[in-house]
């Protein structure tokens, strides 16, 4: 596939179909992509069969081709080497001619004769390219050359010539990947090209010399030591072609050749490996050494904070992770910190000591959330050093002693300018696992936009930032697209508990999709926090696609290991509470369950509308009266705050799924069918799969009914004394009523149950009675 050429492409076409007699020259430098443009081309107007192109064209042997490689004859005959241009001399009479018959009426498609890789045009090839498309052309061809460059200027105007150019980015990252088995980082793709100068044959020769983890970014690569053999053959005519003056320049220049890319490099040297070529040329000469690369101290300090700024986490052995403790350097240890919360990583395979070593002074603080803290008050630096403290206390221990306190810290940092983004993301996480999605959601606006300058660090962890956001929202189609953003610049960011936990949860609920796997790989090296809420967000995702019980031993391990996932207590606790009364009995929720809900929720943690509805659907999810309609009527019609196309979907799966399970088939089924609707039209039908699974099981067990909820109280009341034996004229007297009046009801209750008579009635109860008649 050709990417990145359409202008290209549509100007060839336009020329293969066209009437004008002239000649096409498809010029740029070798690995550039002029054949396969050329041969895309000729396909699209459907000229694979009637195309020829002509190979080794300036030499001695010359042959024809289909465009498939699968017929070939030679043309060496009319092809006469001149002795002393050593270029060759055609009778283009008879070239055109044995071309003619070889090919015949192969195919309905325009004749085109494209000769490739003639070298550099000189005025002798120049001379018999011009004659050999006259010839053409008196035969119904069209001619098409590809060459390298041209020594002559200006060329005839009987020749256009098409020059193909770098690629941009996206074309290049194309190619690449099209080409490529492992994934390519996006500085590693800019990287590139910027080293190819877009070309794409010396871009892929470049990736093929790096490792998989150099590739992705967890490895650090600035450029090449040497030039391939593909950029030797591109290079090759530019590189006799410079004088002493230029070459000399070209080896001097700075290449941008240390652990970050310097843009100045970039903006100076046009084509960087031709530069490389300069300083081996210098120094085979002996005019000069080869400039050799620059050495990297991973332990060094400079050298730990540019590996945790472009998270190159592979490059982080033990010697190195040992630096933040042998140099207590203030920017280090607060960018050990943020990477290891962005992360989740504990790094406990690395000997190189705690995060914050001693000595480091109490200012490294200011560096976690400032990229210059001397714009910072001395407010605002007190509440982020004992934000810091609150979040490694709760990494630690999963204690939060002042919920109230870090809320007040954080909204004073929020405001302040120049926020270092990993900072940034580190108060979004705590502003949602406080239930204040809304003072999170400004927080990102006010750091939106373009990030110059930024680290992949901070890009990254704003991205993530953004994802927890979403998936609090229930905005699984952000979700999914903030994390694979973040997944771009760094694929190693796939495999860290954070996005596989959002991502598995987005994909429940935007395609019904159930988790493949639970298990983390290197389980020891993330945090008791991230294993929670990894835990959590699959829970969510179990409970979406109908897996009850699976997603309440999901969310039972979620909360034992992190008391405040970013999601919050009462969304995450609302799940966990939905996933109990999905999978057990009426009346059995089991006491480990309850036990986890029994940490009160203060209200600062439901302001929300969101929250405040998930609130609602918890205490109507609990309400223990025997009658939930009244508890979720409220909620469902009249929350605190309006809530979103999200919330109420699950105030509706919850209320179906509650009523369906205690006998209240015609209800339940009439707020799953309301949910449905729902779901499709705000994009999360991966509900749909939960919803069928539920209704299915619950046929499968008889759960689909009898529709005991549905019974008022007065014919409850009617029902217990009926089936505990009582006549009609005990039941009356018991309730005050007449016998005709008994028995009304009785039939209506009947009709309700779906049973014909009083022995059915005592049938059903008998194998599947509701909670209040076992109660009573």
């Known amino acids: 596939m050709v990417h990145g050429r359409d202008r290209e492409l549509r100007v060839i076409a336009h020329f293969a179909t066209d009437l004008d007699p002239t000649v096409l020259v498809v010029r740029g430098l070798s690995g ?167 070309n794409p044959r010396l871009a892929l020769e470049l990736a093929g010399a790096l490792s998989a983890a150099e590739l992705c970014g967890d490895v650090a690569w600035t450029g090449p030591d040497d030039v391939g053999s593909a950029a030797r053959r591109a290079y090759r005519t530019l590189l006799a072609g410079l004088d002493p003056a230029t070459t000399a320049a070209l080896a001097d220049a700075p290449l941008g050749r240390t652990s970050v890319v310097r843009r100045d490099g970039r903006a100076t040297v046009r084509h960087p490996l031709l530069a490389l070529l300069c300083r081996e040329a210098r120094g085979a000469d002996g005019t000069g050494r080869e400039a050799q690369p620059l050495d990297r101290d991973v332990t060094a300090p400079g050298a730990v904070v540019n590996i945790l700024d472009g998270l190159h986490l592979d490059e982080l052995p033990a010697r190195a992770w040992a630096a933040v403790a042998a140099a207590p350097d203030p920017r280090l240890a607060a960018r050990a910190v943020g990477v290891s919360l962005l992360a989740g990583r504990t790094w406990r395979d690395h000997a190189g000591g705690p995060l914050v070593p001693d000595g480091v002074g109490a200012d490294w603080t200011d560096h976690l959330w400032w990229r210059d803290p001397a714009g910072a008050g001395e407010a605002a630096r007190a509440a982020g050093a004992r934000v810091a403290e609150t979040l490694l206390c709760l990494e630690d221990t999963g204690d939060l002693a002042d919920p109230g306190a870090l809320r007040a810290d954080l909204r004073l940092i929020g405001p302040t300018p120049g926020q270092d983004w990993v900072g940034v993301g580190l108060q979004v996480r705590g502003l949602l696992m406080l239930g204040d999605v809304v003072s999170a959601r400004d927080l990102l606006a006010d750091h939106s936009g373009t990030a110059p300058g930024r680290t992949v660090a901070e890009i990254v962890a704003r991205d993530l930032a953004a994802a927890r956001v979403a998936a609090f929202d229930g905005r699984a189609a952000d979700v999914r697209a903030h994390l694979a953003h973040a997944a771009e610049l760094r694929p190693a960011v796939d495999g860290w508990l954070p996005a596989r936990g959002m991502r598995a949860a987005a994909d429940a609920v935007v395609d019904g999709t159930v988790p493949a796997s639970t298990m983390p790989a290197q389980a020891g090296t993330w945090s008791a926090r991230v294993l929670g809420e990894y835990a959590a967000d699959l829970g969510a995702a179990h409970l979406v696609a109908g897996q009850a019980e699976g997603a309440a031993a999901l969310l039972t391990i979620a909360l034992e290991h992190c008391a405040w996932p970013y999601r919050g207590r009462v969304q995450v606790r609302c799940d966990l509470v939905e996933a109990v009364l999905a999978s057990t009995s009426p009346g059995k929720v089991g006491p480990r369950a309850q036990r986890l809900l029994d940490p009160p929720l203060v209200p600062g943690e439901r302001s929300a509308p969101d929250v405040a509805a998930a609130y609602s659907r918890l205490c109507a999810l609990l309400a223990d009266d025997g009658a939930p309609s009244a508890a979720f009527e409220a909620a469902l019609h009249a929350p605190p705050a309006p809530m979103s196309p999200w919330q109420r979907a699950r105030m509706l799966v919850a209320y179906g799924r509650y009523a369906v399970t205690r006998g209240s088939r015609a209800t339940g089924e009439a707020m799953l069918d309301e949910a449905r609707t729902l779901v499709r039209l705000a994009g999360m039908a991966g509900w749909l799969r939960g919803i069928d699974v539920f209704l299915a099981e619950a046929a499968a067990s008889g759960g689909t009914g009898p529709e005991w909820e549905v019974l008022g109280g007065h014919e409850r009341e009617m029902v217990r004394l009926a089936v505990h034996g ?21 039939r209506r209750a009947y009709a309700t149950l779906g049973i014909r008579d009083r022995r059915d009635l005592v049938r059903l109860a008998e194998t599947r009675p509701p909670a209040w008649l076992a109660g009573g």
């Open 726 to 746: 009582a006549t009609n004229s005990q039941i009356a007297q018991a309730t005050f009523v007449s016998e005709r009046t008994v028995v009304n009801r009785l």
């Open 32 to 198: 550039i992509g002029k054949t396969a443009t050329v041969l895309q081309a000729l396909r699209q107007v459907g000229a694979g069969s009637s195309a020829v192109r002509v190979v080794r064209p300036c030499s001695s042997r010359p042959s024809a081709h289909d465009l498939d490689n699968n017929r070939r004859i030679d043309l060496s005959t009319w092809s006469i080497q001149d002795s002393e241009s050593h270029d060759p001399e055609f009778d283009a009479t008879g070239f055109m001619r044995a071309v003619s018959v070889w090919a015949g009426d192969s195919g309905p498609g325009p004749r085109v004769l494209f000769v490739d890789d003639v070298g550099v045009l000189t005025p002798e090839r120049a001379r018999w390219l011009q004659h050999l498309a006259d010839e053409a052309y008196g035969q119904d061809w069209r001619v098409i050359a590809a060459v390298r460059s041209s020594t002559v200027e200006p060329l005839s105007d009987d020749v256009e010539v098409l020059e193909l150019g770098p690629l941009d980015r996206m074309s290049l990252r194309r190619v690449l990947d099209t080409e490529l088995s492992a994934p390519v980082a996006a500085d590693v793709v800019e990287r590139l090209r910027w080293w190819s100068a877009g």
